[in-house]
């Protein structure tokens, strides 16, 4: 998120709190990126519990420190905070003799009421970098004339009345939207300058509000957030969140959240692979689709998802992140059996009744208990034949993929040798790893009922990843009979 710089406010245990007697004041910080410090320059906020003796009390200090749900603050310019989920290592000591105090929190809400500290959520809006050319409407017109080879006219036309919200979902108990800002600049009667900026937001409105903050945000914000991600093609984290309790109380909420800092690049713009426009007449559907995930879906979605930040991992790291989402997306949904239980219990007992070496059967039928189940390798197969078409644009010789991947997802997961006539050099792992990403996302995109030659069709035309598809391409390539002989 944004760093923000804080008024210095008083602090308190109270939530009650007259911010007077009990209070201490304090400056709080956010960078956007690590967790909320609140530094008390003189005194002491969070204190070690006192135990009472004949002589007065005494305090125990332990090495985890404090932890306390909420601690609430008044602010110089008239803001109630609310920071939430605070440590501190204990109070210290400063010259001349003073205690002071550092705290840290992992959340905060800012409001000019006093809120919850799990308010019941009527409405939620979100910043997302990238929504605005996700979803591709321009507002407004900008008209050039050209005469004689010279600008002659230049108009400028805005009609909010046209101005619609874009409704993504919606359900019996909730509706998601997008909604339209506007930024002018150049005073109200312009003269030297002006410009004109419009934006986006992601907004969330309940029908009949039941849910807490934190559940809503668990429950739909987060994953809705994870969807866009998935649909652009990148992961930025969320800018700002702005909510509307019950009662009618606007508040701004901040945390550290995941993602790259700043906005996206022109690049990245230009190749957003399944756009609002591209999607519009299924979007509900999908949006259903992925908050009802299973198991297997969430966990290879929230991979694919994270790998889009462009972490700075070791290759191996990136590849195993790589084949376990697409691992778990090929259990999504599948028949993991290969055999009832009792058509296995049948082949055990017919070991069991046989003439084998009674040490041969006892390892046979421990062998065997487990054999129920496909293998992972067998999974893959099934998941790269329902991509179809779409498996071999990425990699055309699928066999050959399946082969060096059961290699070295094998090698790496249980960090076993991989013979030399089997392993992958670092630049070829690397083009692997990508392809399998690129198979993992057209598996999710499967789940949310796109077909094959849809997903083609989204990354031919916006060249979504086009240099992992062509090395995956150059690497998988089939063998012609010219090479083999």
């Known amino acids: 998120m944004n760093e923000k710089i804080f008024a210095p406010a008083l602090w308190s245990l109270n939530p009650n709190s007259n911010f007077e007697d009990d209070a201490v004041?304090?400056?709080?910080?956010?960078?956007?990126?690590?967790?909320?410090?609140?530094?008390?320059?003189?005194?002491?906020?969070?204190?070690?519990?006192?135990?009472?003796?004949?002589?007065?009390?005494?305090?125990?200090?332990?090495?985890?420190?404090?932890?306390?749900d909420c601690v609430y603050g008044f602010s110089q310019t008239g803001e109630y905070y609310i920071l939430r989920d605070v440590s501190s290592p204990g109070p210290s000591f400063a010259a001349p003799g003073f205690q002071k105090q550092s705290l840290s929190g992992a959340s905060i809400f800012i409001s000019r009421q006093r809120v919850e500290a799990d308010p019941t959520a009527e409405s939620i809006s979100i910043k997302i970098p990238g929504l605005r050319e996700w979803i591709g409407t321009v507002p407004f017109t900008v008209t050039s004339k050209l005469g004689g080879n010279r600008l002659t006219e230049l108009t400028f036309n805005f009609d909010i009345d046209e101005v619609e919200n874009v409704v993504l979902y919606e359900n019996d108990e909730l509706e998601i939207y997008v909604s339209f800002s506007f930024l002018r600049d150049g005073g109200r009667t312009p003269s030297y300058e002006f410009s004109f900026k419009s934006d986006c937001k992601l907004n969330f409105r309940y029908k009949q509000p039941s849910l807490g903050f934190d559940r809503a945000m668990?429950?739909?914000?987060?994953?809705?957030?994870?969807?866009?991600?998935?649909?652009?093609?990148?992961?930025?984290?969320?800018?700002?969140?702005?909510?509307?309790?019950?009662?009618?109380?606007?508040?701004?909420?901040?945390?550290?959240?995941?993602?790259?800092?700043?906005?996206?690049?022109?690049?990245?713009?230009?190749?957003?692979?399944?756009s609002y426009k591209r999607i519009e007449n299924k979007i509900n559907e999908m949006i259903s689709r992925w908050i009802g995930f299973d198991e297997y879906a969430r966990n290879s979605s929230a991979l694919v998802t994270s790998l889009m930040n462009d972490w700075k991992m070791p290759l191996d790291m990136l590849f195993l992140a790589s084949a376990?989402?697409?691992?778990?997306?090929?259990?999504?949904?599948?028949?993991?059996?290969?055999?009832s239980d009792e058509e296995l219990q049948e082949k055990l007992s017919a070991i069991k009744s046989?003439?084998?070496?009674?040490?041969?059967?006892?390892?046979?039928?421990?062998?065997?208990?487990?054999?129920?189940?496909?293998?992972?390798?067998?999974?893959?197969?099934?998941?790269?034949?329902?991509?179809?078409?779409?498996?071999?644009?990425?990699?055309?010789?699928?066999?050959?993929?399946?082969?060096?991947?059961?290699?070295?997802?094998d090698a790496y997961t249980h960090r076993r040798t991989i013979k030399d006539d089997q392993r992958?050099?670092?630049?070829?792992?690397?083009?692997?790893?990508?392809a399998t990403q690129m198979l993992a996302y057209g598996s999710i995109g499967l789940y949310l009922g796109m077909e094959p030659e849809d997903l083609i069709n989204a990354v031919k035309e916006s060249r979504y990843r086009w240099n992992s598809i062509y090395r995956a391409n150059l690497l998988y390539t089939i063998a012609s009979n010219d090479d083999v002989l």
């Not at 509307?244 to 190749?271: F, H, M, S, W």
């Not at 054999?371 to 099934?382: P, Q, T, Y």
């Not at 992958?424 to 990508?434: P, V």
């Open 218 to 274: 668990e429950l739909h914000v987060f994953p809705v957030v994870d969807f866009l991600a998935f649909c652009m093609g990148f992961r930025y984290t969320i800018s700002s969140i702005e909510f509307k309790t019950i009662e009618g109380v606007c508040a701004e909420y901040l945390a550290p959240l995941v993602g790259l800092a700043g906005v996206p690049t022109n690049a990245q713009l230009d190749r957003i692979p399944l």
């Open 25 to 68: 004041s304090g400056q709080l910080s956010f960078d956007g990126k690590s967790y909320l410090e609140l530094d008390i320059p003189t005194g002491v906020l969070l204190d070690w519990p006192k135990i009472p003796t004949k002589d007065g009390y005494m305090q125990c200090h332990t090495v985890e420190g404090l932890h306390t």
């Open 354 to 409: 046989s003439n084998m070496n009674s040490k041969l059967r006892k390892w046979v039928i421990y062998k065997l208990r487990d054999a129920k189940w496909k293998s992972a390798n067998s999974l893959a197969g099934d998941l790269v034949g329902r991509l179809g078409d779409y498996a071999t644009f990425v990699v055309p010789d699928v066999s050959k993929y399946l082969k060096d991947h059961r290699a070295h997802r």
């Open 424 to 434: 992958l050099s670092n630049a070829d792992l690397f083009t692997h790893t990508e």
């Open 324 to 339: 376990q989402a697409f691992e778990a997306e090929s259990r999504s949904g599948a028949n993991e059996r290969e055999i």
